[in-house]
Every structure is written in C-alpha cells, then in structure tokens.
Nanobody
C-alpha cells in the first residue's frame, strides 16, 4: 500500500515562499502523473499543479508563474516550490496522482497559512 507524507507547510507573510515535499513509500512517480492539491476551509479539494510521467507540468491560472512542481524519482519525492504567496493560497496541501481514478489513500496534508 502506498503511503504519501506531505511536509514543508507553515505560516508565512504575503510575498513569502515555501517549499512543500511529498514523500512516497514506493516508486510511483514513473508510473503516474502526479499532482498537488489544496483544500481551503469549506471548499472542495482542487488540483493546483501536476506533472506528467515525462515531466510536463501544468498549473491552474492563479498559481502560474508563482508555483513550480518538480520531482526526484530517486528519492520518491514530489516538490512544490511556492513563491509570492498570497492569502488566498491558504489551505491544506496534499499530493496524489493527477487522476482520481488512480488516487492512493490521502496523506495528512500540510497546512499553508499566508498572512496579509
């Protein structure tokens, strides 16, 4: 069973940066398009960035130019570099496959709080 563990969140002022990490218990990145999701209080969990198995990245419009997704296959780790953070980026961030049909069990997520 695959285990996903997110880390790197925290409290940061608007304009600041954070780097999130997602460690997988087994090698899954070569087999799956991977994504970072976020869920704000009272809202659904949304995909914000994804990376295909061949390394192609996609982002939602609101984070383009500010967030960068990357991965280290050897370390089974997915990253999300977040720059120029805004209060509206506040949410719990999760990683999982980019397709709901292949989701693994969700990890605990990592809280990102951006103060104005």
């Amino acid at each position: 069973q695959v285990r996903l563990v997110e880390s790197g969140g925290g409290l940061v002022q608007a304009g600041g940066s954070l780097r999130l990490s997602c460690a997988a218990s087994t090698s899954i990145f070569r087999l799956n398009d991977m994504g970072w999701y976020r869920q704000a209080p009272g809202k659904q969990r949304d995909l914000v960035a994804s990376m295909s198995t061949i390394g192609r990245a996609n982002y939602i419009d609101s984070v383009k130019g500010r967030f960068t997704i990357s991965r280290d296959n050897a370390k089974n780790t997915l990253y999300l570099q977040m720059n120029s953070l805004k209060p509206e980026d506040t949410a719990v961030y999760y990683c999982n496959t980019a397709s709901p049909r292949s989701w693994y069990d969700w990890g605990q997520g990592t809280q990102v709080t951006v103060s104005s």
